[in-house]
């Protein structure tokens, strides 16, 4: 009978003794969205705010002759912001643009506010950095080539521009800065030639991470053809071709010349233009040819045009 009283206490005690675990507050996504909304509506800090901060958590750049550099405070977009029924974080990134156009220092700053009844507490926050960004992509580009440098170009909403150079890797890492968009100036150099191509705008958040280049590669252009006897290279440096186009603007074309005893009797050179003049030069000068005294002329059947001098 003992044993019975004793589990029937026992029973009773775990009962009405309150449990010591604090009840969790389940918030909404209605009330996320809203809280990221205050987020997105205060004010950017201040580069003076950063600094102050950073300064007294004494983070000193490890460079003895800093140069003078522009500092940017940028937002990061709302999917970066961390909210709870506690607290809400809204992170921005500290940069700072060399003179030369090079990225120098890259922070981000997570800027935590209180929350209370849904509300974030503007009036009172702390700040956290973080060296980098860990809110970066990877993306990579949808040409592979021997890439030697990659202009980075930051559009935003309001019109302000911001650029820096980048390395020629073709690992490339963006950041999500908020009412911007990225585009890419990629120079390619195989050993004969520089090329430029930019990228289209970039969505960050696209599920691909490819970024293709805009070619706006111009279709064949071929006018006309002047053919000549090689003779009349030899000793000479240059050949420039002029006439018109179909838009009635004088155009010109040169060509960089050497002449060779292997070369065919006979050598042409060809414009996007209707040839009207040929001048020649060497170290003896320059001589001048007209396509009207041409030997004979044919008007091909593609709308290009053969003379032959």
């Known amino acids: 009978m003992k044993k019975i009283f004793v589990l029937f206490v026992v029973m009773v005690l775990l009962i009405t003794v309150p449990s ?42 490890a460079s003895l002759n800093e140069e003078e550099t522009l500092v940017q405070v940028l937002d990061l977009d709302e999917r970066t912001f961390e909210v709870n029924d506690q607290f809400a974080i809204k992170n921005l990134v500290y940069m700072e643009f060399g003179q030369n156009g090079n990225l120098l220092k890259l922070i981000t700053i997570r800027q935590i506010f209180d929350v209370n009844n849904g509300n974030i507490d503007v009036n009172s926050y702390s700040i956290e950095y973080e060296i980098g960004c860990s809110y970066s992509r990877n993306f990579q580009l949808g040409v592979q080539g021997n890439v030697n440098q990659i202009t980075f170009f930051l559009h935003f909403k309001n019109g302000k521009q911001l650029a820096f150079y980048g390395n020629g890797n073709n690992n490339i890492t963006l950041l999500p800065i908020a009412r911007a968009s990225w585009q890419l100036l990629v120079n390619y150099y195989d050993n004969i030639l520089q090329q430029q191509y930019l990228t289209d705008l970039i969505n960050f958040y696209d599920q691909s991470n490819v970024i293709n280049l805009r070619l706006e590669l111009k279709s064949k252009n071929l006018k006309s053809t002047v053919k000549f006897d090689r003779n009349l290279i030899e000793g000479a440096y240059n050949v420039q071709l002029g006439g018109f186009d179909a838009s009635g603007n004088y155009r010109y074309m040169s060509y960089q010349v050497m002449y060779d005893s292997s070369m065919p009797e006979k050598i042409s050179f060809e414009a996007y233009f209707d040839i009207q003049d040929v001048n020649i030069c060497g170290t003896n000068g320059c001589y001048g040819y007209s396509t009207k005294d041409s030997k004979y002329t044919v008007y091909n059947a593609d709308g290009t045009i053969l003379y032959s001098l």
Do not use: F, G, M
């Not at 009840?23 to 950017?44: F, G, N, Y």
């Open 20 to 61: 010591c675990q604090k009840e969790e507050i389940l918030i909404s996504d209605v009330q996320i969205e809203a809280i990221k909304a205050q987020l997105v509506a205060t004010p950017t800090l201040s580069k003076e705010e950063v600094e102050t901060v950073l300064s007294s958590q004494k983070l000193k750049s």
